[in-house]
């Protein structure tokens, strides 16, 4: 499985963005895919996940209310809809993939397949 992020970008505060991410595998719809970020100088921290089903999301509580995280399954994509961005988000932002049928978790531990990030910035 390979991930390909994009839609990163300088952004003002406030702004918004949707980040990409597109997985080279036919069967796509059978893995849960997260995001994570990092920012500089700091330990890489969850954002959001979407289960393989559709039926779960989570979101870390620095970005809900704001982040949107969906997929298309037709396209092999999952996305992330980044609303009333802060200077604070600015990092590195990673999509990842568990094994098929896996469930989804905030820890980064057991996702197997890592894009190459992309980087958001947000200034003031």
């Known amino acids: 499985v390979q991930l390909q992020a994009s839609g990163g970008g300088l952004v003002q505060a406030g702004g918004s963005l949707r980040l990409s991410c597109a997985a080279s595998?036919?069967?796509?719809?059978?893995?849960?895919m997260a995001w994570f970020r990092q920012a500089p100088g700091k330990e890489r921290e969850f954002v959001s996940f979407?289960?393989?089903?559709?039926?779960?999301?989570n979101y870390a509580d620095s970005v809900k209310g704001r982040f949107t995280c969906t997929r298309d399954n037709g396209k092999n994509t999952v996305y992330l809809q980044m609303n009333s961005l802060k200077p604070e988000d600015t990092a590195v932002y990673y999509c990842?993939?568990?094994?098929?049928?896996?469930?989804?978790?905030?820890?980064?531990?057991?996702?197997?397949?890592w894009g190459q990030g992309t980087l958001v910035t947000v200034s003031s």
């Open positions: 979407i289960s393989w089903n559709s039926g779960t999301w």
């Open positions: 595998v036919r069967t796509f719809s059978s893995y849960t």
């Open positions: 990842a993939a568990r094994a098929p049928y896996d469930y989804g978790s905030t820890s980064d531990w057991g996702y197997r397949y």
